[in-house]
């Protein structure tokens, strides 16, 4: 924790630079603020924390609640047994399939609506944001919109999963808000060496907005991998169930009684083991994939969400 401020060119007429003491409130207010996100991030990662240390730990240990920040009677049957669970892997392979077709479809169908409304040329403008914003605001309901994946024949089907997500109002915004960020004297330049509207897109604006296009793939990435509340209202069929229905059915569904029975009594593990170790290895994937993407984080989104 720092406590002097440093300003450059501003005190200090021969080193260029002068020091400017914190007061008593502002060291006070800094020291909470650090308390306060050393809190907040421990109580977010205590229960990953505890759920690793609970699916490495010995049957006996998990049942009698001795675990708490670190395996007891250490083992790896778990993984070894849920990585290899049928149900699992097609779970993993269908979310997987989800989230990698939709995130790309819903990226690409997402840029496609905020470009053109980026431009201010574009006639009726204003009357197409003023609808993609009734639909923040307003939906059809559960019923309507079931009665619509019947009639378009998508129950049950793969599709339903990504397809209705197709472009989501405030992403599309923010996509819509960094594009206007971008000089327009780009533009014109291509426009004079014979460019159309698509090249334009494609060669020089998207490769231009790689923050903002990075973030947004995350969001939809994320909201596929974790969303479960779609299949349970549109797939019946156990080989399209995606990995958070798979989990949930887990552990609603099964009993103790159920995963006991399942599961080879050698391996020395609690169902509560097995739980622990699918969650953790459902959300390993989705944490493996913000390390690529962070240095665009932060950029895209405060870029992408400033300019109005």
């Given at each position: 924790?720092?406590?002097?401020?440093?300003?450059?060119g501003?005190?200090?007429?021969?080193?260029?630079?002068?020091?400017?003491?914190?007061?008593?409130?502002?060291?006070?207010?800094?020291?909470?603020?650090?308390?306060?996100?050393?809190?907040?991030?421990?109580?977010?990662?205590?229960?990953?924390?505890?759920?690793?240390?609970?699916?490495?730990?010995?049957?006996?240990?998990?049942?009698?609640?001795?675990?708490?920040?670190?395996?007891?009677?250490?083992?790896?049957g778990?993984?070894?047994?849920?990585?290899?669970?049928?149900?699992?892997?097609?779970?993993?392979?269908?979310?997987?399939?989800?989230?990698?077709?939709?995130?790309?479809?819903?990226?690409?169908?997402?840029?496609?609506?905020?470009?053109?409304?980026?431009?201010?040329r574009?006639?009726?403008?204003?009357?197409?944001?003023?609808?993609?914003?009734?639909?923040?605001?307003?939906?059809?309901?559960?019923?309507?919109?079931?009665?619509?994946?019947?009639?378009?024949?998508?129950?049950?089907?793969?599709?339903?999963?990504?397809?209705?997500?197709?472009?989501?109002?405030?992403?599309?915004?923010?996509?819509?808000?960094?594009?206007?960020?971008?000089?327009?004297?780009?533009?014109?330049?291509?426009?004079?060496?014979?460019?159309?509207?698509?090249?334009?897109?494609?060669?020089?604006?998207?490769?231009?907005?790689?923050?903002?296009?990075?973030?947004i793939?995350?969001?939809?990435?994320?909201?596929?991998?974790?969303?479960?509340?779609?299949?349970?209202?549109?797939?019946?069929?156990?080989?399209?169930?995606?990995?958070?229905l798979?989990?949930?059915?887990?552990?609603?569904?099964?009993?103790?009684?159920?995963?006991?029975?399942?599961?080879?009594?050698?391996?020395?593990?609690?169902?509560?083991?097995?739980?622990?170790a699918?969650?953790?290895?459902?959300?390993?994937?989705?944490?493996?994939?913000?390390?690529?993407?962070?240095?665009?984080?932060?950029?895209?989104?405060?870029?992408?969400?400033?300019?109005?």
């Open positions: 924790m720092s406590e002097n401020l440093t300003v450059k501003s005190i200090g007429p021969k080193s260029g630079a002068g020091v400017i003491r914190a007061s008593t409130g502002e060291r006070i207010f800094q020291v909470v603020n650090v308390l306060f996100f050393i809190l907040l991030g421990l109580s977010t990662i205590f229960p990953f924390i505890n759920l690793i240390a609970k699916s490495l730990s010995g049957e006996a240990a998990v049942v009698s609640g001795m675990v708490t920040m670190y395996p007891i009677d250490f083992q790896v778990t993984y070894v047994y849920v990585a290899s669970n049928s149900l699992f892997l097609n779970a993993f392979t269908v979310s997987v399939t989800v989230t990698l077709i939709g995130s790309l479809l819903a990226l690409v169908m997402t840029t496609l609506a905020a470009y053109p409304l980026s431009k201010p574009l006639r009726g403008r204003k009357f197409f944001i003023l609808m993609y914003l009734f639909t923040m605001l307003f939906s059809g309901g559960l019923i309507p919109t079931y009665l619509l994946m019947h009639k378009l024949h998508l129950i049950d089907k793969l599709p339903v999963l990504f397809l209705p997500f197709m472009i989501n109002v405030y992403n599309m915004l923010i996509i819509k808000s960094y594009f206007e960020s971008l000089p327009d004297s780009l533009e014109e330049s291509a426009k004079i060496d014979g460019a159309s509207n698509m090249k334009i897109l494609v060669r020089i604006i998207l490769p231009l907005s790689m923050p903002v296009l990075a973030t793939a995350l969001f939809y990435a994320v909201t596929f991998w974790n969303d479960y509340f779609t299949s349970l209202i549109y797939i019946n069929s156990a080989d399209l169930k995606p990995l958070q798979y989990l949930k059915e887990l552990f609603v569904t099964s009993t103790d009684a159920f995963l006991r029975t399942n599961v080879d009594a050698s391996l020395n593990v609690s169902p509560q083991s097995i739980q622990a699918s969650i953790i290895l459902a959300t390993l994937p989705i944490i493996l994939v913000y390390p690529f993407l962070q240095k665009y984080f932060v950029k895209g989104v405060l870029v992408g969400s400033v300019k109005g």
